[in-house]
């Protein structure tokens, strides 16, 4: 039975992972910081098929501790400091947890067992201020946040540990890829739960920022699985998952307020405060590398998403659709 350690498992993409990785017979483990206040709720409906146990991406000691402790056949890498406004108040601790993490994390993996295969969860924040539409695993990265700086960090170190001492370590570069577990924090479960919340009657406006930006957005249990074929080839490599579809943020708006027969122009304030001070405007990618290497593909549209997610956020506030 083959076993994995995923860090980061209390998050949308871990809780998602885990869940793929124990139907496909998998021991699981999931490395978790502790704290006061541990958020289960996206694995508390499998927490007792799964091993939790401590570990700090800013600690090294803890790091080897954990990967002598559970002995992984694979590493899922998918702790970060991820929402990428937070990364302009706190960009030492990003650059900390989100690029130096990796660093520490795959030089773990060199001294405790070099056999491991390694996954890096990068990100289309990355290309920043894209230098090519749609983005390729060649595009040049020009990030435009704190976030994008760290990532690509963590992007590069996973490419040198491989080149420098053969591991068998990758990077997906995933686009946007979201869910009804996504954070509140971001922008598609902010206006899902926005829209729950007029419909259930407990608010009358949604505050937003730029609705031009536009995005590549899919659905995070499709793209767990992509993450898991790269650790079955026969060779490393880095691969860009995506949908190959771009979307404006003004659409997302329009759908979600029309999944729930709302006219959005209705609730929707555009607030300043929302605004990025270096906003990325386009980000699409160009997935036929993992289409054709992988075997992987997306199942879920972009519609199907946000009403999924809209759905969703009715359905806990008591106002099913």
Known sequence: MPSALITGITGQDGSYLAEFLLGKGYTVHGMHRRSSTETWHRIEHFIDRINLIPGDLLDQN???????????????????????PTSWSQ????GE????????????????????????????EMFGKVRAVPQTEETPFHPRSPYGVAKVYGHWITVNYRESYSLFACSGILFNHESPRRGLEFVTRKVSHGVAMIRAGRANELRMGNLDAQRDWGFAGDYVEAMWLMLQQDRPDDYVVSTGETHPVRELVELAFGAAGLRWEDHVVIDPKFIRPAEVDLLIGDPRKAHERLGWRPRVSFQQLVEMMVRADCEALGVPL
Do not use: H, M, W
């Open 62 to 84: 803890s790091l080897q501790s954990v990967l002598a402790e559970t002995k992984p056949d694979e590493v899922y890498n998918l702790a970060a400091q991820s929402f990428v």
């Open 91 to 94: 960009p030492l601790l990003t």
């Open 97 to 124: 947890i989100t690029a130096l993490g990796v660093a520490r994390l795959l030089e773990a993996i060199r001294v405790v067992n070099p056999a491991i295969r390694f996954y890096q969860a990068s990100s289309s």
